[in-house]
């Protein structure tokens, strides 16, 4: 029987933050990674960490405090855990200092990011920060390391995506992009991961590939006290002395708990295929207390015909559907050719779980990003770059009724709401929705456009691609407390179990409130599971 002070179950940032709080602080520490790559769902993301008050922000000229925020958070996302809310926003600053006093990890600021809902009380215009380039070095080829990112390749950061407007046809720079790849450095989710790795690697973390946790083990007393392993097909058990932090993330890779738990359609994870559910399965094991597991991450997605993970499966790729959403010269319909959505906010894709009242059935599935010859000849679309040749799989046509034809819609229907789209586009203003009101959805327009939001679709050939309900995790899984302790249905702590990410009960919801608040939640509820279990003599 191989011994440990602390198993923490999963590499993404709730896993490794976990971790290096834990061994930093004098713990022996074994992480255990389902999958032959690290990172999970966290090294394909953007990696931006939603920090109210958090020192970078500060130096940069950002005012901010812990009240503020608070404001923010209880107006944005109302009926949640009040003590949770409380207990992240005024962990998050100490957690960027830690990882950055404990690794090669520095922040900067994203201060072109703003809150979701900037407008409400206590909102701002900027309290994200993500790290500097990390060197890949000693940890090996980056294509075996970590899951590819399906939308961008991890050389720049996200301030330097929206100052050049990658999203909105801005000229890429080439040149940093060369230095960054010659230097053998990333960025985005994928550096966070790598920094995390240094960081873990120099505090004497033990790291595992392809060791799959299949049973918590528990004492005598009934306290969690270890894991068994399927390693490679070989069966093992770790002893775990002070207790086991579950972080292997959600459950948006198996068909079967999204048919049962998820309170909306969920087609398209954008994730890596590795997200199953064990966490959840492991915490019921031992009588864990579960809450939201209907609800998820939500996003609008994009699938590229033929691109798949590396994985034995080929499972399918999708993408973030970003300028489908919140450029000009586009909007989205249903199957009956009406819109149903503001495209661009933030939360745009909880409109695919309303149902129609008759049919018991998703009203607004399936959806198409309807858009023109001007979006396709200076915005991407689906993958492919502004100006580029279509490929055959691009639905187009050259008038609206054709187009509708091919999609199976009314075309009178689709005329009728492009003819009404448009008027309001012309105007800057729409009346039905209120796109591009925000300055969330400006920070993701086209900043050179009349209206960053707002553009007529009146320009042959029209374009038809199909959007669908996407998802970066699900929300569902152990209640836990301020410790990160996981509690079992009496409210009391299971004695020896932790959680965070994914693999938890989400502080926030229904929706999101700020990008990057995934990985915050995650990194701090790692980071405050580590530094409990690290104090457990």
Request: one cysteine or more; glycine letters at 10%; aromatic letters at 6%.
């Amino acid at each position: 029987m191989v011994e440990t002070d602390v198993v923490v179950i999963g590499s993404g940032a709730a896993g490794l933050a976990a971790a290096l709080s834990a061994a930093s602080s004098g713990a022996e520490v074994m992480v255990l990674e389902a999958s032959s790559r690290w990172g999970g769902s966290t090294a394909v993301s953007g990696g931006q960490v939603w920090a109210p008050a958090n020192h970078r922000m500060i130096e940069a000229g950002c005012a901010d405090s812990a009240e503020e925020a608070l404001t923010y958070c209880r107006a944005a996302a109302p009926g949640r855990d009040d003590e949770l809310v409380e207990t992240f926003v005024r962990a998050v600053p100490a957690l960027v200092r830690f990882l950055e006093e404990h690794s090669p990890i520095r922040f900067f600021p994203v201060t072109a990011y703003p809150d979701t809902f900037v407008e409400l009380p206590g909102g701002k215009t900027a309290r994200h920060v993500e790290v500097n380039p990390q060197e890949v070095g000693e940890l090996g080829d980056l294509d075996e390391l970590l899951w590819p990112a399906p939308l961008f390749a991890p050389v720049l950061t996200n301030q330097e995506v929206l100052e050049h407007r990658l999203f909105s046809g801005g000229p890429p720079p080439l040149d940093l992009i060369a230095q960054r790849r010659s230097d053998g450095t990333v960025t985005l989710g994928a550096g966070l991961i790598v920094g995390l790795l240094h960081g873990c690697r120099k505090a004497g973390v033990h790291l595992t590939r392809n060791a799959r946790v299949i049973e918590l083990t528990r004492d005598e007393h009934g306290r969690v006290a270890g894991v068994r392993v399927d390693h490679g097909g070989s069966h093992r058990t770790v002893r775990a002395r002070r207790g086991v932090v579950l972080a292997c993330g959600g459950f948006e890779h198996d068909p079967t708990l999204r048919a049962q738990l998820l309170s909306g359609p969920l087609t398209h994870p954008v994730t890596p295929p590795i997200q199953h559910g064990d966490g959840l399965r492991l915490a019921g094991q031992v009588g864990a207390a579960l809450a939201y597991p209907g609800e998820y991450w939500s996003w609008p997605a994009c699938q590229v015909p033929g691109r798949t993970w590396p994985d034995a499966a080929a499972t399918p790729q999708p993408q973030l559907a970003l300028p489908e959403r919140s450029l000009p010269h586009v909007l989205w319909v249903n199957a009956s050719g009406r819109r149903f959505v503001n495209e661009s906010s933030h939360n745009c894709a909880t409109a695919f779980a309303e149902l129609d009242a008759n049919t018991h059935r998703p009203r607004n599935l399936p959806a198409w990003a309807i858009g023109d010859a001007r979006f396709r000849a200076k915005y991407p679309v689906a993958g492919i770059a502004a100006g580029a040749p279509a490929p055959d799989w691009l639905v187009r046509a050259d008038s609206l009724a054709e187009l509708a034809e091919l999609i199976d819609i009314d075309p009178a229907a689709l005329e009728q709401t492009v003819t009404r789209f448009n008027t309001m586009a012309e105007a800057g203003r729409d009346d039905d929705f209120h796109r591009g009101q925000t300055r969330y959805e400006h920070a993701f327009g086209d900043p050179t456009a009349a209206h960053p939001n707002l553009g007529p679709v009146c320009e042959p050939p029209f374009f038809a691609v199909p959007v669908y309900p996407g998802a970066v995790g699900t929300k569902g899984g152990p209640r836990t407390d301020r410790r990160a302790r996981a509690l079992a249905w009496t409210g009391r702590p299971i004695p020896g179990l932790y959680a965070a990410g994914n693999a938890a009960a989400a502080v926030f919801g229904p929706g999101t409130i700020a990008g990057g608040l995934t990985i915050a939640c995650a990194l701090t509820w790692g980071w405050i599971a580590g530094r409990d279990l690290a104090a457990a003599h």
